[in-house]
């Protein structure tokens, strides 16, 4: 049986992540997000604190929306290179490792622009979660204790904004379109149980046996 893949992209605050999680424990399959910045780093020979420092310096700097001038390709830059440790090759190995992974293993990927990466593979199911932005709130809210309605407003903002930047930045798309996906969940419609019994039943369709 061929392996497949599930990348989930998701707005903060609709459960992706956690229905990511509980997807990958009820089908017994791995589940990667920031093991991937381990992975890319024994990949490349790359420090991974250099991986998470990157990772972490892109969210706060300004991209205004641009694409970056090396849009990812497939690529990966040459040791010998100036730009080896430079952010677009650091993506890139992130990049190599997520593919590495989707053609041997059968896995839950989230994040890291995995459905952009993975677009040409059949065998990839690319999801993206979301709902209302006052669930998203409420959600947001009862995940961090004390937060205000007001901070979790502004957190959930800045966060999104963030990840559309960089998805952006990197894919020159638009992390929102619903054409870089094979199917769109609103989260606060059927729970995240349904979500995943959704999930599933798609899969076995696509893939056109039981998973």
């Not at 677009?88 to 041997?104: G, H, P, R, S």
């Not at 993975?118 to 709130?137: E, G, N, S, T, W």
């Not at 798309?173 to 149980?193: F, M, R, T, V």
Request: include cysteine; glycine fraction near 6%; proline fraction near 3%.
């Amino acid at each position: 049986m061929q392996n497949y893949v599930i990348t989930i992209a998701r707005g903060y605050g609709s459960g992706g992540k956690t229905i990511g999680k509980q997807l990958a424990q009820e089908l017994k399959i791995p589940y990667y997000d920031k093991e991937l910045l381990r992975r890319a780093s024994d990949e490349s020979g790359i420090n991974e604190a250099l991986f998470a420092q990157t990772d972490e310096q892109l969210k706060k700097r300004p991209m205004l929306f641009k694409p970056s001038k090396r849009a990812y390709t497939g690529e990966v830059i040459s040791p010998e290179s100036s730009d080896f440790t430079s952010e677009q090759n650091l993506f890139n190995y992130q990049a190599k490792v997520i593919k590495d992974i989707a053609q041997t293993e059968t896995c839950v990927i989230v994040g890291r622009c995995a459905d952009f990466v993975l677009k040409d593979m059949p065998h990839v199911l690319r999801l993206f979660i979301h709902a209302p932005f006052d669930y998203c709130v409420e959600k947001t809210m009862e995940r961090h204790i004390g937060m205000s309605k007001d901070e979790a407003i502004r957190f959930i903002r800045k966060t999104d904004k963030r990840r559309g930047e960089y998805y952006r930045y990197f894919t020159g798309h638009d992390w929102q379109d619903a054409n870089n996906y094979d199917l769109c969940i609103n989260s606060s419609q059927l729970g995240w149980d349904k979500c995943i019994a959704l999930v599933r039943s798609y899969l076995e369709i696509k893939l056109g046996h039981p998973v």
